[in-house]
Nanobody, 115 residues
């Protein structure tokens, strides 16, 4: 079993920054990928970014150029640095990984972007 715990959400200003963290209960070194998703109010959950074992990242168009995903295998933690925040980034952000034939999700952290 893998437990994922997100933190770092809160109120952000438009144009400001927040950094989300996802702490895993075990080693993530062998995980092929870890991901961030989000669900905005009244919308479907959408993929935001993924990071792979070698450290390469992929981003949704909405995140490109503003968000950076990174991983610290020594701390079993994945981060999402969010810059140039927009009100449309308001959502619950979820950490996810698919391993051992199973999807693992965190419980989410709420990000609200408002002045």
């Amino acid at each position: 079993q893998v437990q994922l715990v997100e933190s770092g959400g809160g109120l952000g200003q438009p144009g400001g920054s927040l950094r989300l963290s996802c702490a895993a209960s075990g080693s993530i070194f062998s995980f092929n990928s870890m991901d961030w998703f989000r669900r905005a109010p009244g919308k479907e959950r959408e993929w935001v970014a993924s990071i792979f074992r070698g450290g390469d990242g992929n981003y949704a168009n909405s995140a490109k150029g503003r968000f950076t995903i990174s991983r610290d295998d020594a701390k079993n933690t994945v981060y999402l640095q969010m810059n140039s925040l927009k009100p449309e980034d308001t959502a619950v952000y979820y950490c996810h990984t698919y391993n051992y034939g199973t999807n693992f999700w965190g419980t989410g952290t709420l990000v609200t972007v408002s002045s």
